[in-house]
C-alpha cells in the first residue's frame, strides 16, 4: 500500500493498536483508523493531529460506512465534531450518510446529544432528512428536533 507523503510513518502501524483492532477488527486502512478511533473516543486532540497530518475527514469504516463525524456525533463527542467540522465545511462531509442512510444528525438526534444537534443544525447547515431514531429522549424533545418512533 502506498501512503501520501505527509502521512506519518507512525500511522502505518496503527492496525497493530490493539484498541483500534478491539473498535474495528482492523476493517479500516491503517490511514483511517486512528482518525476513526479517536473520534469515537472524544480525543480532540488526536483527531486534529490525524488531520494536520493530512487523513482526509471522508475517511470511512468500510464496514458500515461511518466517518469520523458520524462517529463524534454518535458518541455525543461536541469538541471532537467541532474539530471536523473547522476542517471540513462541505455537504459531502456535513452530511455524509452511512449505509443504512443515517447521517451525523441524525444519529446524534436519536441519541440525544442535543448539543451536537443544535451545533450541526446551527453552524453547519446539515440537512434534516426522514430518520428512525431508536428513542426520542427528553433532551431532544425540549430542544423540538422531530424524532420517529419504530412501531
Not at 493498536?17 to 480525543?43: N, T, V, Y
Not at 470511512?60 to 454518535?74: E, I, K
Not at 469538541?79 to 451525523?104: C, F, M, Q, W, Y
Request: with cysteine; aromatic share 8%; proline share 5%.
Amino acid at each position: 500500500m502506498r501512503l501520501p507523503a505527509q502521512v506519518p510513518y507512525a500511522v502505518i502501524n496503527v492496525v497493530t493498536d490493539e484498541k483500534c483492532k478491539e473498535e474495528f477488527g482492523c476493517r479500516p486502512d491503517p490511514i483511517a483508523c486512528k482518525l476513526l478511533f479517536a473520534a469515537q473516543s472524544g480525543d480532540a486532540a488526536e483527531v486534529d493531529r490525524q488531520l494536520q497530518a493530512g487523513v482526509s475527514t471522508l475517511h470511512r469504516d468500510p464496514y458500515n460506512g461511518a466517518t469520523a463525524l458520524f462517529l463524534a456525533s454518535y458518541r455525543g463527542f461536541l469538541s471532537v465534531v467541532k474539530v471536523l467540522v473547522a476542517r471540513d465545511k462541505s455537504d459531502e462531509h456535513i452530511n455524509a450518510a452511512r449505509g443504512d442512510g443515517s447521517t451525523p444528525l441524525a444519529i446524534a438526534a436519536g441519541f440525544g446529544h442535543a448539543s451536537v444537534v443544535t451545533y450541526l443544525l446551527e453552524e453547519t447547515g446539515a440537512k434534516v432528512h426522514m430518520y428512525i431514531a431508536i428513542a426520542c429522549p427528553s433532551s431532544i424533545q425540549r430542544v423540538g428536533w422531530p424524532c420517529i418512533w419504530l412501531s
